[in-house]
């Protein structure tokens, strides 16, 4: 290995050692009622987006929360000896993809077939320190 490239590998290395990220596949939500409860907390700290999501009434809300305390989980996993309170958590992204559509046929009148769509998606969501963002 080259010495730019190896350079640029632990580059690489030390920026994703402050990141975080979480994953939830086939959730069985509509990805456009999860988007609605993702743009809440986009771009907020962690503490902030935890009380939103804890006092949300929406049923997506209850897994988005469940994500990010795995996501936080994971970022004390990499970093044992910081502290959460001192990195100052924000939820850099959070994606909703649309997952796999489950087809069903609903009998409709005069023998026709209306076709239901039960969808899912995936949420993808990266949390990041808030000090190196300023520096």
Do not use: Y
Request: with cysteine; glycine share 4%.
């Amino acid at each position: 290995m080259g010495v730019r490239k190896r350079q640029m590998a632990e580059r690489i290395k030390a920026e994703k050692q402050e990141l975080a990220f979480a994953k939830l596949n086939n959730c069985p939500t509509s990805p456009r009622k999860m988007r609605l409860v993702a743009d809440l907390v986009r771009g907020k700290e962690v503490e902030k987006a935890l009380a939103i999501l804890r006092f949300s009434p929406k049923e997506a809300s209850r897994r988005v929360e469940k994500l990010l305390l795995s996501a936080i989980a994971n970022w004390q996993a990499k970093n044992e000896d910081a502290s959460i309170e001192d990195a100052e958590l924000i939820v850099k992204e959070i994606k909703v993809d649309s997952g796999r559509m489950l087809k069903r046929l609903r009998p409709a009148p005069q023998g026709r077939a209306h076709r239901i769509r039960k969808r899912s998606n995936h949420v993808t969501l990266v949390l990041g320190s808030n000090n190196n963002t300023q520096a």
